[in-house]
Structure formats: C-alpha cells, structure tokens
C-alpha cells in the first residue's frame, strides 16, 4: 500500500523494499522536509524536530462493497456514496494533513487497505509523500486505526481488544533517523454505551505497555472518546457509569494519581510508576476541545505521553508544543465543517466538509529534554506571512510578522488592520498604540477565533511603516459583494444603501445580513431605509455587520412594510 509493499506473520508486520526504493524514499523525505519547514511555519520548529499528529477522518471508505460497511457508505446505495463524493473527501482529508504535514499521523476511522492507499495517492499529489501506510485489517470492523509515516515503520502489531465488534489498537514502531519511537493508535468504543466498554481497550493497551521494555520511548495516541478529565465528569452521568466512577483514561493508564491529574513534574519525579501525562493539560481550559457533541466542546482525542520522552536520550517531547490544528477553512461558524449530509447525517452526501474532529499533534526530537522557560510565548522564530496566511494558522500563541498593515478602522482598543489587495482581520483590545490611517509592521503573538471569528489578540514590536494614502481602495465597494461569503471576514464596507427590517440589512440583488448594534440606541425603526458605511464585517455563530459608532448608520427616512405596500396596490 502507497508505494511498499508488506510481509505480514501472526505477530508482526516486517517492511521489506529494495535498496533503490530506499534511496529513492530518502530523497523524497529530506524533499518533505525541506517543503514543510519551508510552507508550514505553524507546526516547523527547528532543524531536527518533528511533528506527530492523530486525526479521526470520520468515515474513509472506499468503494468496493464488502457487506460490512455502515449503511449511509454502500457504494451506489441510495446515500449517493460514490466516485464523486470520495474525490472529494479525498481532496478535503488531503488539504488538511498537506498544510499540517507531520512527519507521523495516527488515522481513525479508515474502512479498507483500499481507502488508505486512496488518500496516499492524493497526499502524494499535493506534495505531501508518505512512503509507509500501515493499517490494522486483522479484524473485520467496519472501520480500523491506521498510519501514514514518512520514515520507515519496522514492524506493526494490533493489539487484540476483546469483544467480537471492538476494533483493535494499532502498534507501529517507527525509525526517525536511528530512533525508535513506538506508536500506538486508538479509537476506543463511543459513548452510546457504558464505561465499562471503554476500560475494555484501557485494559489492553495498559498490557501492552507494560511489556515493553524499560525506557522505551512510546506514546499513546487517538480518539480514546474519553475527555481528559472523564474522572470528574463520569460520576454525575448514570448512564455511562457502570464502573462505580474507575474510568479507563485516567485510572487504567494512570493520567490520575492521588485525585489529581499528572502534570510534568510529577511524571519525570516518579518514572517507576507507569503514568502517563495528558498533553490536554497544556492548553487553556477553554481551548481543551477537539470536537463538538450536539454544540458542547469534548476533548475525546489526545497524546499521552510516558516519562521516557522526558529522560535525557534518545526521543524528547517539545515542551508545550501539543495544539489542535485548526485552521479556519475547518469551521463554519463556530462548528466544524464535518462531512454532510441531508437528514440531519442521515441522509444523502451532499460533497462538503471535512471532519467531525480536529487534529491534534505535537513536535517531538532526538536529544534530552528541557522544561519550556516561558510557556506562553513560546520560543519560535517569527515567520513573515500575509494576513491571508493567519486564516489557515492553528490559534494561541504564535509568531508571524505582518508588513505593510493598514489600520482602516478603529473603536476604543480594537482595530480592523488589511494589505493592500490582501485580506483584512480584527486586532481585539491590543489596538492602544495603532493609528486609523497610518501603516504599520507588526509581530502577532497570539490568534484567537472568538465565535467562530479570527482575532488577532496579541502584538508586539509594532513599528510605523508610513501613511495611508488612498483610503479608499482598502474598503469593500463592490456592487455585487456578498457580505456572507466568508472569504470577507472582517472587511470593512465602504458604503451601502438598502432597508433594515427584522433585525437585517437587505442590500443589493437579493442580499441580507444581520446588524449587530453595541449601542441599542443607534437602532432605527424599522422598516427604514438606511445608509451603513464603514462597518465591519464580524463572524458570531454567522455573518453580521457590527455597529459601534453613530457615523456608520444613516437614516434616509422611515418607510411602510414594502410587502404591505404590495397588498394595498
């Protein structure tokens, strides 16, 4: 599959290939390499690291019918599963592991060898080559763990999880440049049923680490569908609860110790005692999320790490490295853009979105480990990237320069900064020192998506760059825009006539958006007839135009219902 060929035995899984495919498969990783700390400054480090990432695809199959697939997944069955929707979730998945580009990704929810070498051929064609695809097909689930590495995989094993439907973890030991990292993906069982159905596969993946010889650099990785912290959630849910509050995240692999959560310290203090540290824990409690259940944030994937990735040899964990990959072209709104279909997910494929999960990854290296001084701020070198460029970046903290960022609108500590013939963001209460009408260079610490909305909401070494000089070629003016369209997430409009009624703006041929109005004064009758000028374009749960100062609004004059109007004619 994708480009080896595999031996398989009862116990393990040996890669075999010829000394020119080698040689030919080196050149093509130090290529990766090269391209991905080149394009993907989000996730590239430094010389040496590399990123590890694990990523529920929600549903990869392939289209040769087997008898097990789920229902809505027959190749032309009445969900219309076919050619033309698996090209373009190939092209989707594809897109997101190109611009994320780990070096190793653990995969979930993959149907087939077929499938996976599918999304192989794709990746190889946006760039993005991985030469080692594994898959666990010993069992017939309807859909297995998987993963893609661009260096050699040396033997893989499934973990055998008792149960006739539970589908078995993945082991993949893995050589990054002459060093062993032994990988294990997960994808336990969801929480349509009890605990005790997950602690079933703790159980098992607990054995298997326990076997492996000491000081083996591991990590456990996947879509565990336990929160970070199911300890405290577990008890208050009687319908999960079967296990008098044990649950197989925290107490089975140890992420608990003594009621409390293990943190850093306590795992390197205590090597003996087999803990394993939640890389959740290192992200604020509000951004600990990487899929949504009916709107509620839920942190069901996650990398666990042991105290060998934290010793002085062999592979070290980058401190504070672990994030969600997030870019905003995987949200609509404040949801994910998960594959759709009609019928509430029932229904047909409808060829739009991505994923009900986000990726999650960290960077790893080959050397001792250190303790980040400063963990907010980080220590990466600043990249210099266009605005356009922060809609495809994970969010918290980073370091991008911006050149040439004219401030086209300001409110108290906030601000609208745009490139010429380039995009437009919203600076949020970091905006004291910068000037309407002047162009600046600025350093973005740290990105924000607020509602489904990107703010930037932390600069520095700001540095004046000049003045404006034509306003108004920085405004949005065009006759036939559309405010929704999500490509104009933060602009701001230059002026435009139509009529407020119910809560919105109808301009245009047949265009409507919602006003938003901080101050409820400025609210005018309705219906009306309104001029808006130079309001932003803000993103809360959907499109809206954002009123905050009385000279953005002009009433022409108060009209009667048009629709009123009619019916009297």
């Not at 998987?146 to 999880?161: D, G, Q």
């Not at 969600?324 to 709104?333: E, I, M, Q, S, V």
């Not at 949020?428 to 610490?445: F, N």
Request: proline share 5%.
């Amino acid at each position: 599959m994708c480009g080896q060929r595999f031996k398989m035995n009862k116990e393990s899984t040996e890669v075999r290939g010829k000394t020119g495919y080698q040689v030919c498969c080196f050149c093509r990783i130090i290529f990766a390499v090269f391209v991905f700390l080149s394009v993907c400054p989000a996730l590239g480090a430094g010389a040496g690291d590399f990123t590890v990432a694990s990523w529920n695809l929600e549903n990869l199959f392939d289209l040769k019918y087997d008898g097990g697939e789920y229902p809505g997944y027959i190749p032309g069955g009445d969900s219309g599963w076919n050619k033309e929707m698996l090209e373009v979730k190939l092209d989707n998945l594809s897109r997101v592991i190109c611009d994320m580009s780990p070096e190793v990704i653990g995969l979930q929810e993959v149907e087939s060898g077929k499938a996976l070498e599918l999304l192989c051929r794709r990746l190889r064609n946006c760039g993005a080559d991985y030469p080692y695809a594994v898959i666990a097909d010993k069992k017939p689930t309807t859909v297995k763990c998987a993963l893609l590495s661009k260096s050699p995989v040396v033997s893989t094993k499934e973990i055998r999880v008792p149960g006739d439907h539970n589908r078995n973890i993945f082991r993949a030991d893995i050589d990054i440049s002459g060093n062993k990292l032994v990988v294990f993906v997960n994808h336990w069982k969801s929480k349509s049923g009890p605990e005790s159905r997950r602690l079933v596969y703790a159980r098992a993946l607990s054995e298997a680490v326990k076997n492996l010889p000491e000081k083996t650099d591991y990590l456990l990785m996947g879509d565990f569908n336990s929160s970070y912290n199911e300890f405290k959630t577990l008890p208050g849910r009687s319908s999960l609860n079967d296990t008098g509050g044990r649950t197989g995240i925290n107490h089975v692999l140890n992420t608990v110790s003594g009621g409390v959560m293990v943190d850093e310290h306590r795992l390197v203090q205590n090597p003996s005692e087999m803990l394993h540290y939640n890389l959740w824990l290192e992200k604020a409690r509000q951004s600990r999320w990487s899929a949504l259940f009916f709107g509620r944030p839920r942190s069901p994937d996650a990398i666990l790490l042991p105290a060998a990735l934290y010793d002085d040899h062999g592979i070290s964990y980058e401190d504070s490295s672990f994030n969600r990959f997030d870019p905003g072209y995987l949200f609509k709104g404040d949801r994910l853009k998960r594959w759709q279909r009609a019928g509430r997910g029932r229904g047909r494929h409808l060829g739009r979105g991505f994923s009900d999960h986000l990726p999650v990854y960290a960077r790893f290296y080959a050397g001792p480990f250190s303790f980040k001084q400063d963990k907010d701020s980080g220590s990466r070198e600043v990249k210099r990237v266009p605005i356009s460029a922060l809609y495809n970046s994970e969010t918290g903290p980073v370091k991008y320069r911006l050149k040439q960022c004219a401030v086209i609108y300001r409110h108290n500590d906030n601000a609208v900064i745009k490139q010429k013939n380039g995009r437009a963001i919203y600076v949020y209460k970091e905006a004291q020192g910068l000037e309407q009408g002047r162009v600046y260079e600025i350093t973005v610490s740290r990105l924000k998506r607020y509602y489904g909305n990107l703010e930037i909401t932390g600069i520095d070494n700001v540095r004046e760059a000049g003045k404006v000089k034509k306003p108004e070629i920085y405004y949005l003016s065009g006759p036939d825009a559309d405010f929704s369209d999500p490509s104009l997430e933060n602009e701001v409009i230059a002026r435009y006539s139509g009529v407020y009624k119910n809560g919105r703006f109808f301009y245009g041929k047949e265009k409507q958006i919602r006003l938003y109005f901080r101050d409820k004064a400025l609210i005018p009758e309705t219906p009306a007839s309104i001029r808006v000028r130079h309001a932003r374009i803000g993103y809360h749960k959907s499109p809206e135009l954002v009123i905050e100062k009385p000279e953005q609004i002009e009433e022409v004059s108060c009209r009667k219902d048009p629709e009123k109007q009619e019916t009297k004619k």
